[in-house]
């Protein structure tokens, strides 16, 4: 879908690339430009595994990418970006406010030379602002945001997501802007400046519950109690103990639960209470619900239409026919031979889901491929890897 699309990505660690990735899975040329001794994500793993040399990080964010590693700060590295910039659509980076300007690549100065150009930043806290500098990393902006304090439990501390779900967010709200500026450009002819926050972002994760907060909206406890979902949900929608693991419940009439749970005393409830005695409905069912294993559960709450679900486990994930159907997980030899597991693409597009082209890739894979598209003689580019201005793969 945007095959001829050219983007050149500058990003380093979890949103601008993920961002980037997105893009590449619907077809656009995504050139990955990091430094000759690779980028953060590269180098940096979370959980601190790699797969045959390959970060987890670049086999998350690294699929359908050409790479070119380029040293930004010589002379000779800055003329090949600026030929790379000349032609793009897209450029993207993540750097703190004003390093790309520094450089000579910041968003006037391209627009400079290339009037179309669609350039999308993300950052922490924004580009301006008194706290535009401050370091921006996704538990930071957790802490920041709310999000922290609002998640867990009452009887608990305030509780991080174990994903990095503003980063993930915010490399979603970024490739839809980049997309909503590029059909800008085709019905003006002008490029437009994207720009995002892991900041903004971390809010916008919150719109439902905040903005019930924000118009009045109170409750006794920054967080649920008795397992309750949130500060805001009616009672009991949490996740509840069994005898032997953990069942999520949603959104229940207690006139249902007092069938499905055999508890005659919630049939006293008025449909109201679900909110005005949350606390109580839900301290109820949680103690009821302990008593009995979760299988023995489920029929019950399945005869009455009740939203329920157990708490699964990332083992539990691959045998999830579900998932499996939607061909979520994706298992196949990676770029240095060793077989590697990436998540697909979250979209389907005619039923299924967009090609796989490139796995993620050695530094510098596509190095020499794409100075010689942009007009470097095999010469220069031998200069270019005896300078290291430019890096290639082994």
Request: aromatic share 6%.
């Amino acid at each position: 879908m945007l095959t001829g699309i050219r983007v050149v990505s500058f990003n380093h660690f979890h949103a601008g690339p993920m961002a980037a990735q997105l893009l590449a899975d619907m077809g656009a040329d995504v050139i990955a430009v990091e430094p000759v001794d690779g980028a953060f994500h590269r180098n940096w793993a979370v959980a601190n595994h790699f797969v045959a040399g390959q970060s987890v990080n670049l086999l998350t964010t690294g699929r359908n990418k050409r790479s070119l590693a380029l040293d930004m700060k010589s002379e000779a590295g800055r003329r090949v970006a600026r030929r790379l910039l000349e032609n793009a659509d897209v450029v993207m980076e993540n750097f703190r406010p004003g390093a790309m300007a520094r450089m000579g690549f910041g968003y006037e100065q391209v627009k400079a030379f290339n009037p179309r150009i669609v350039y999308a930043s993300v950052s922490g806290y924004g580009a301006s602002g008194p706290d535009r500098d401050q370091p921006g990393q996704d538990l930071l902006l957790q802490a920041r945001s709310g999000l922290a304090a609002r998640t867990g439990r009452a009887d608990g501390p305030p509780t991080p997501t174990g994903p990095v779900i503003v980063d993930q967010h915010a490399a979603s709200l970024l490739a839809m802007g980049i997309l909503a500026a590029l059909l800008s450009r085709e019905r003006t002819g002008e490029g437009r400046l994207v720009e995002g926050s892991l900041l903004q972002s971390a809010i916008d994760l919150q719109a439902e519950s905040l903005t019930a907060w924000m118009n009045g909206a109170r409750s006794q406890t920054s967080r649920g109690r008795h397992g309750l979902a949130s500060w805001c949900s009616s009672g009991p929608s949490g996740i509840h103990a069994t005898a032997d693991g953990y069942l999520a419940v949603s959104m229940a009439a207690t006139a249902d639960l007092a069938v499905a749970l055999d508890m005659p005393e919630l049939a006293a409830f008025a449909p109201g209470d679900s909110f005005a005695r949350s606390d109580e409905i839900t301290r109820l069912v949680a103690q009821r619900l302990a008593q009995r294993p979760t299988a023995e559960w489920l029929p019950a709450l399945e005869a009455r239409g009740i939203w329920h679900m157990p708490v699964k486990d990332y083992e539990d994930l691959r045998s999830d026919p579900q998932l499996a159907h939607l061909d979520v997980f994706v298992t196949l030899p990676g770029a240095e031979g060793a077989e590697i597991t990436m998540l697909n693409h979250p979209l389907r597009y005619d039923g299924k889901p967009p090609a796989l082209r490139h796995v993620p890739q050695r530094l510098g894979m596509q190095t020499r491929d794409i100075l010689g598209e942009l007009g470097f003689s095999a010469e220069d580019i031998d200069g270019l890897v005896a300078s290291r201005a430019v890096g290639v793969a082994a």
